[in-house]
């Protein structure tokens, strides 16, 4: 059973940094087919950096120049490095991976594993 396993979140200040890290169990992070995904309060989950087979990793316009995406293969976990954190950057912060039903968004599918998620929450 694949495992994914969320760290890092807490409670900065605006214009503080963050790392995510996902350990991930029976799933090789060295396929691509990942992402970082939040969910607001009251919002939709929205993805905010994905590693799709063949491209380069993208983002969320809304981070993009901030949030960086990345993976360590021998330590078979994804990280995800949050730089000028701000109060819309609130959330619970999900690791997701494998290929899901079709949607036509992200890397077309969705992800058939999740974790259970790190909250962050930003303070202005």
């Known amino acids: 059973q694949v495992q994914l396993v969320e760290s890092g979140g807490g409670s900065v200040q605006a214009g503080e940094s963050l790392r995510l890290s996902c350990a991930a169990s029976r799933y090789a992070v060295g396929a691509d087919f990942m992402a970082w995904v939040r969910q607001a309060p009251g919002k939709e989950r929205e993805g905010v950096a994905h590693?799709?087979?063949?491209?380069?990793?993208t983002y969320a316009d809304s981070v993009k120049g901030r949030f960086t995406i990345s993976k360590d293969v021998a330590k078979n976990t994804l990280y995800l490095q949050m730089n000028g954190l701000k109060s819309e950057d609130t959330g619970m912060y999900f690791c997701?991976?494998?290929?899901?039903?079709?949607?036509?968004?992200?890397?077309?599918?969705?992800?058939?594993?999740w974790g259970q998620g790190t909250q962050v929450t930003v303070s202005s």
């Open positions: 590693i799709c087979p063949g491209k380069s990793a």
């Open positions: 997701a991976a494998g290929v899901g039903q079709y949607t036509g968004r992200w890397c077309g599918y969705d992800y058939a594993y």
